[in-house]
């Protein structure tokens, strides 16, 4: 089972920016962002197709995150703009081990086996 860890978490004012990173232990097919508030569901914020690097993203993230990702290294980001108290959460990433799920699954309910230990996130206003 592929191995993640993420890390680029903090404190940020809001407005501010942070980068995620999260890099993978061996290849994967898609990678997906995830985040959590204690007490409510984990949520899905963004994906990106390893193959042809084609990203999704939640409406609420639209415009401000930007997922990428670098094959050499193996190593998928998150770069998050115009940040927002809303945004408060752990964030984890998530690898579909499968050719056959690409970044779109993650944006209609896929989530793979593996997960980061996650990353907190927090934006004061």
């Known amino acids: 089972q592929v191995q993640l860890v993420e890390s680029g978490g903090g404190l940020v004012q809001a407005g501010g920016s942070l980068r995620l990173s999260c890099a993978a232990s061996?290849?994967?097919?898609?990678m997906g962002w995830f985040r959590q508030v204690r007490g409510k569901e984990r949520e899905f914020v963004a994906a990106i197709s390893w193959s042809c690097g084609s990203t999704y993203y939640a409406d609420s993230v639209k415009g401000r995150f930007t997922a990428s990702r670098d094959n050499a290294k193996k190593t998928v980001y998150l770069q998050m703009n115009s940040l927002k108290p809303e945004d408060t959460a752990v964030y984890y990433c998530?690898?579909?081990?499968?050719?056959?799920?690409?970044?779109?699954?993650?944006?209609?309910?896929?989530?793979?086996?593996?997960w980061g230990q996650g990353t907190q996130v927090t934006v004061s206003s």
């Open positions: 061996e290849r994967t097919y898609a």
């Open positions: 998530n690898a579909a081990p499968s050719a056959s799920y690409n970044g779109r699954d993650y944006a209609t309910g896929y989530t793979g086996p593996s």
